[in-house]
């Protein structure tokens, strides 16, 4: 008689989240806190689930907890959002005798041009043909060396 084996997918560590994860039909399933008992608990009923499937799993009825999408996983950074916090650490960093300077100033008015053209974009898609953009608008509006 032939020897049947088959693997169960392994509980496993995402080592930069320190979080418990499976993968199930090709989805990488998020489970909490590694070793947690609640983790533990969920690979559990997500691996009684997938095998009274027949090895299939609807991934729309995850148990509350479980996530296909990596957790704390949020909408992109707009190109406002970074300008902000670079902004607020401009007038902190550019500072004499507790006075934020000129060039603090000089920063926020560059943040501004960037944020009326592109504000709205993910900062990750913000690259040197908009920057060249940006740089367009500043010379239109005489901010030249000479």
Known sequence: MPKLSFA??????H?????????LGG???????WRSA???RLYDQLLTA????????DLDKLPQGASVAEPDQETPLTVQQVADAYNEHATQY???????????????EALEIACELYGSTPAEQFGSKR??????RMIKRGWTRL
């Open 8 to 13: 169960v997918p392994k509980y496993r560590r």
């Open 15 to 23: 080592k930069a989240r320190n979080l418990a994860v499976v993968q």
């Open 27 to 33: 989805q990488r399933i998020y489970l909490g806190q």
């Open 38 to 40: 609640e983790s533990l």
């Open 50 to 57: 997938w095998l009274s499937g027949g090895r299939q799993l």
């Open 94 to 108: 550019y500072r004499k005798r507790g006075r934020a300077t000129r060039e603090a100033e000089l920063v926020s």
């Open 131 to 136: 920057l060249d953009k940006v740089r367009q």
